[in-house]
C-alpha cells in the first residue's frame, strides 16, 4: 500500500492527463501503456482492501461510496443509478438494466451521460461518438466463434488436471475464509453451464429472445437435488458441456450476431452471451487451484 496518498492521487491524475495528450498527438502506444499504469496502480492498491461479500453489507458499501462520489460532485444521473442498485442488491435482487443503464463518459473531460450521447459533450463540446461505453464487464469483449468454442472445450479439461487425485472429503472442506469448497465451486460451474445450455437453445428456437437475469452465484451452496459426490457434480458438468459444444458447431457464422434482450445487460447477441460464460469459467480456475493447494 502507498502511504503518501496524495503522491498517489497526483501521479494518478497526472498518468491520465497524460495519456488524453498522448492520444491528441497520435501517440496510442504510449498513452495505452498510461492507462494501463493508472489501472494497475488502481487495482495494487485495491486489491489488499477486504469488501463484504454478503448483499446487505455490500450494498452498505455501494452506499457509503455513492455518497463520498457526491461529495466530489458526480453526476447527480449516476448517483441516482448507483442508489437504485443498490436497492436491488439490497433486496437479494440483481440491477436490471432499466435501473442502471450503461454509462458514458466523455473521454475529453469527463462528462457522464446514462443515455447514449446524440449530441456533443455540454462541457467540452466533445463528438458524441467518442464517449467511451462503460459496459458490465470485460466479457463482453465477445471472443470469435471458434476461440469462443475451444476455451470452453478446454476449461474442462483445466479443471480435471486441478482437481485429480483429490478426495471427495478434500472437494467438500470450506476454505480457510469460510467460503466455497472446490464441490461448491464445480456446482457453480454446473448451474452456469445448465444456464448458458438454455440460452442457446433460446437463440436456437426464437429471433429474439428474452434472456431472464439468474443470480447463479446463490446456487452454489443449494445442495438439493445434485449429484451425490464433486466428482459426479463435474461429470454431469462436462457431459452437458459436450451437448452445448455440439449444438454450438451447427450454428452458421451469421448465427452467432443473432441478437436477444438481457434483462441485466440489454442487447446482446449469442456471441457475446458464449463469450461471456467462457470468459466466467475463467475467474474460478485460479480459486479450485487455491483451494487445491
Known sequence: MIDDTTQWTDALIHLFALAARLEGEGQYNLAKLMRAAADSLCRRESYPLEIPSDPERLAVEVQRATEALSRLNMSA??????????????????????????????????????????????????????????????????????????????????????????????????????????????????????????????????AHPVLESKAVFAWAKNEAERPPSPRAIFESYCAARAETLRKLESFAPADWERVGYHEEFGAVTLRQQVSYFAAHEGTHLAQIRALCG
Not at 472429503?169 to 476454505?175: G, I, L, T, Y
Open 77 to 206: 444521473e449516476l448517483l441516482a443509478a448507483s442508489r437504485q442498485g443498490a436497492a436491488f442488491m439490497a433486496q437479494g435482487k440483481l440491477s436490471p438494466i432499466t435501473a442502471t443503464p450503461h454509462p458514458y463518459v466523455c473521454r475529453g473531460c469527463g462528462h457522464v451521460t446514462l443515455a447514449p450521447p446524440a449530441e456533443p459533450c455540454p462541457i467540452c463540446g466533445a463528438f458524441a461518438e467518442t464517449f467511451q461505453k462503460f459496459m458490465p464487464n470485460y466479457w463482453f469483449d465477445a471472443l470469435q466463434p471458434e476461440a469462443a468454442r475451444e476455451r470452453l472445450r478446454q476449461t474442462p479439461l483445466v479443471v480435471e488436471q486441478l482437481i485429480a487425485g483429490l478426495s471427495d472429503e478434500a472437494m467438500n472442506q470450506a476454505a480457510p475464509d469460510g467460503g466455497w469448497a472446490i464441490r461448491n465451486t464445480l456446482s457453480h460451474l454446473r448451474d452456469a453451464q445448465g444456464v448458458l445450455d438454455f440460452r442457446v437453445d433460446l437463440f436456437l428456437q426464437e
